[in-house]
């Protein structure tokens, strides 16, 4: 890993350069997917069936094929193994409990004249869930999505998963059938994005797409914007720990390596200020690291964007990190609350020695699907309020009509538009 000091003359270019990512999308996605968005737009469930029989190596002849009714879920959770049933619930159970926090409720004022004001919380109707298949299965991915639109009140969750050689994953069947999905259709790809964004004759248009997914995926995740609405165009994963130099360097090696075995673009840097520390975490990546199923990942990961950063004091650390904004950060000190109030900019804050990363992507509770590529500066997990939207209410009494209208008329005028003034004119008493 790349060793970096915060009181080098080039550390901000260095940072920089180190932060660096651009999504893989080039003219040749492009065009691919615009032309399956096309083609699933113009000839529907047809070219649904040709695209996945073509890229995951399926046979299907109807979309009856490619779906997945209730009692299939049910039966993937009845025949898991107990102790993986166990720990879906269970995990299940806190996301639930958790997003239960979250959702918004109505509320409205009525003034002194009458008049009244307030927002109107809905759910979405219908929101489209993807999930990966092939070798990226999440189960986990499921909950975190399927659970938080349910809270929220969404009616109909339609998830798609690509089933490539028409290999099914039973634990996310069962991740789906404890999250109460509604309808599971065996598509991937832009595809299945395409599918979801404009419907076909089996597919129904869903109003929201979230999930995450490869390149082809978000590229059309993007290009469908407007049509749909959707959660986000995530990055690599990443994490950032700042510890104090007091954690066993072999759990600290440990965090790092659980992202960075994502995939080679994944991002793991430690900040501290002690630089023994940060050489003894060094000497646990080197004496861990052969030892991991994915090692060759991991290497790749932390040699192409990982770091080791030394910084003046913990001060310093929260500086940087809020420069970074990482999607997950662990705060590995004593006292992790108190450095709350100076973290502006993370997607979840992971507080004290024992509260290891891992944790939050199965069963602590809060979302697991986190802004990436320093997009946390603007932007937040995945919660129960990006399935609700809101309605602003207006209602006025006579007098309150007649008072704003005055206002109203005199701005609108300013602005040149006569029949909005007109309108709020005609409301005024005389």
Known sequence: MRRLNRADSGFD??????????????????????????????????????????????????????????????????????????????????V????EHQKMESWSYTEADGTMLGQQVTPLDRVGLYVPGGKAAYPSSVLMNAIPAKVAGVEELIMVVPTPDGVVNELVLAAAAISNVDKVYMVGGAQAVAALAYGTESVPQVDKIVGPGNIYVATAKGMVFGAVGIDMIAGPSEILVVCDGKTDPDWIAMDLFSQAEHDEDA?????????????????????????????????TALKDRGALIQVENIEQALEVTNTIAPEHLELSVEDPQSLLPSIRHAGAIFMGRYTAEALGDYCAGPNHVLPTSRTARFSSPLGVYDFQKRSSLIMCSADGASELGKT?????RGEGLTAHAQSAEFRIKE
Do not use: C
Request: charged content about 30%; cysteine-free.
């Open 13 to 94: 270019a260095e940072l920089e350069k180190l932060l660096a990512w651009e999504g893989v999308s080039n003219d040749q996605v492009n065009q691919t997917v615009r032309e399956i968005l096309s083609e699933i737009r113009s000839r529907g469930d047809a070219a649904l069936l040709e695209y996945t029989n073509r890229f995951d190596r399926m046979s299907a002849s109807t979309m009856d094929e490619l779906t997945l009714p209730q009692e299939r879920l049910q039966q993937a959770l009845d025949n898991l193994p107990e102790d993986q049933r166990k720990a879906l619930e269970l995990s299940a159970e806190r």
């Open 96 to 99: 639930r409990l958790y997003h």
């Open 267 to 299: 991002q793991s840097i430690l900040i501290s200020p002690d630089a023994g520390f940060l050489d003894a975490v060094e000497q646990s990546i080197n004496k861990l690291l052969d030892g991991m199923e994915r090692a060759d990942i991991i290497r």
């Open 408 to 412: 109203a008329s005199i701005l609108a």
